[in-house]
């Protein structure tokens, strides 16, 4: 479990201790090696490839105990649903911001503009692995979806590590205890109560890996593409990190604020799970740490094993904006013009296959394809512009999806009354220290 004490004692602590610092120092040096030895540094790749390969090991089981002893400590099936449903709205609503927000800073600021680029250039042969799994999003629509988030068995789901799927069958698992209740109830629910302890505490020992997975990431980054890399589409790099910034700060910091808390505190309780995500561009790479930090926030388990999960397909407010953004980047770099119904168009079509995202390789490129696919006046091919700095987008991607879907779960937990306001303010203040690395 994670120790939680008062901050005055935890002052004298040596700085190198820190897992913050040890993150960032470990960003700096993969910065360094990058660009002094890249051959060596490109190598270094597979120290975020295990640390990665670590995390993706315990995300499925933790997901599964904390949703399922949640929903069976919760005693209250229908407020359970009703959590689910505002969950839903919530993430519907942020989406849609997002996705407006992507299409509106494309117009105002044109980064495509005069690149001039004839859709006949491009290679297409760049697009070969996006076409291998296109298909996964395309022909079923809705209801392939849908069908998708069965598993075939509990294991399978387990095995692959699908968070949606583990999410439903431990949906099921958890309501389904809870209407047994009784001795047979009270028996399996601390059990998995104690397994998903063991598990956090494996987590804790897992995490304390984080500098050597941020320093791997970095290194292979900077050593592979170079420092410079970023010169030929710096203006959709940059605008998405703004559209990024406005959207985090703006929106989501003026819906933490009706919930009584400050979003630069928050993020601040966050940093080291937040600098993680954007050295490995990749917020599996904190999930179950993120989970059991938002506990340890106040917010009760229920609303963090429901919300977490379903906002990591249903919830991705940065890939909102990117996709909307992308699309109209590609629109302008090839003097395709754009008509309200074509805006339209995109803005429905991203709200589904925005959805799709989860669990399907090169997710962002294939879900952007399917996109442009459905936008028959903009050519698909555009999307070679865009390969080359996804690694860069992907950073911020990350980093945005996950404080959006922290945030949701603050602020549903808050308008459920799930959220321990007092306790919050402690431990965002630093009156109260919470140390995943303990478990």
């Known amino acids: 479990m994670s120790t939680i004490s008062?901050?005055?004692?935890?002052?004298?602590?040596?700085?190198?201790?820190?897992?913050?610092?040890?993150?960032?120092?470990?960003?700096?040096?993969?910065?360094?090696?990058?660009?002094?030895?890249?051959g060596f540094a490109i190598g270094l790749k597979i120290f975020s490839d295990a640390f990665l390969k670590l995390i993706s090991m315990i995300v499925a089981p933790i997901v599964f105990c904390v949703?399922?002893?949640?929903?069976?400590?919760?005693?209250?099936?229908?407020?359970?649903?009703?959590?689910?449903?505002?969950?839903?709205?919530y993430f519907e609503v942020m989406t849609t911001l997002?996705?407006?927000?992507?299409?509106?800073?494309?117009?105002?600021?044109?980064?495509?503009?005069?690149?001039?680029?004839d859709p006949l250039t491009l290679d297409f042969k760049a697009l070969t692995t996006v076409s291998d799994n296109a298909h996964k999003l395309q022909g079923g629509g809705i209801g392939s979806f849908l069908?998708?988030?069965?598993?075939?068995?509990?294991?399978?789901?387990?095995?692959?590590?699908?968070?949606?799927?583990?999410?439903?069958?431990?949906?099921?698992?958890?309501?389904?205890?809870?209407?047994?209740?009784?001795?047979?109830?009270?028996?399996?629910n601390p059990l998995i109560d104690?397994?998903?302890?063991?598990?956090?505490?494996?987590?804790?020992?897992?995490?304390?890996?984080?500098?050597?997975?941020?320093?791997?990431?970095?290194?292979?980054?900077?050593?592979?593409?170079?420092?410079g890399s970023l010169k030929q589409l710096i203006s959709l790099v940059a605008l998405f990190y703004v559209s990024v910034t406005i959207f985090v700060l703006a929106v989501l910091g003026g819906v933490m604020a009706l919930?009584?808390?400050?979003?630069?505190?928050?993020?601040?309780?966050?940093?080291?799970?937040?600098?993680?995500?954007?050295?490995?561009?990749?917020?599996d790479a904190v999930l179950p740490q993120i989970m059991r930090k938002l506990e340890?926030?106040?917010?009760?388990?229920?609303?963090?094993?429901?919300?977490?999960?379903?906002?990591?397909?249903?919830?991705?407010?940065?890939?909102?904006?990117?996709?909307?953004?992308?699309?109209?980047?590609i629109a302008q770099a090839t003097n395709t013009p754009l008509s309200l119904g074509d805006l339209m168009l995109v803005l429905g079509v991203s709200l589904v296959t925005s959805k799709g995202a989860h669990g399907v390789p090169g997710s962002a490129i294939v879900i952007l394809a399917a996109t442009l696919n459905a936008v028959p006046s903009i050519p698909a091919i555009?999307?070679?512009?865009?390969?080359?700095?996804?690694?860069?987008?992907?950073m911020a991607r990350a980093l945005g999806n996950l404080i959006g879907n922290c945030v949701a779960t603050v602020v549903i937990a808050a308008w459920e009354g799930d959220l321990d306001r007092a306790k919050a303010q402690r431990v965002l203040d630093g009156n109260e220290l919470v140390d995943v690395t303990a478990g």
């Open 6 to 38: 008062a901050a005055a004692p935890v002052a004298g602590k040596p700085l190198y201790t820190s897992l913050f610092v040890q993150v960032l120092v470990a960003l700096l040096l993969g910065i360094v090696l990058g660009m002094a030895v890249p």
């Open 98 to 117: 997002a996705l407006i927000l992507g299409l509106l800073l494309a117009y105002l600021f044109g980064p495509g503009h005069g690149m001039n680029i």
């Open 194 to 227: 104690a397994v998903s302890t063991v598990l956090f505490r494996a987590m804790g020992l897992i995490v304390r890996l984080a500098p050597l997975g941020v320093l791997g990431a970095v290194a292979y980054t900077v050593g592979k593409y170079g420092v």
């Open 147 to 188: 069908l998708n988030i069965i598993p075939t068995t509990s294991f399978d789901a387990l095995a692959r590590n699908d968070v949606l799927q583990v999410l439903f069958f431990a949906i099921l698992f958890g309501v389904s205890l809870a209407l047994v209740g009784g001795e047979k109830g009270e028996r399996i």
């Open 259 to 283: 919930a009584g808390l400050n979003i630069f505190k928050f993020l601040a309780y966050l940093r080291e799970e937040l600098t993680i995500v954007l050295a490995t561009a990749s917020s």
């Open 296 to 329: 340890r926030l106040g917010v009760k388990d229920s609303v963090v094993g429901l919300v977490i999960p379903t906002g990591y397909s249903f919830n991705l407010d940065a890939f909102s904006i990117y996709l909307t953004l992308a699309v109209v980047f």
């Open 67 to 89: 949703v399922v002893h949640g929903i069976a400590g919760a005693g209250d099936l229908k407020k359970v649903g009703r959590v689910g449903v505002k969950a839903l709205i």
């Open 382 to 394: 555009g999307l070679v512009l865009v390969l080359s700095v996804d690694w860069f987008i992907g």
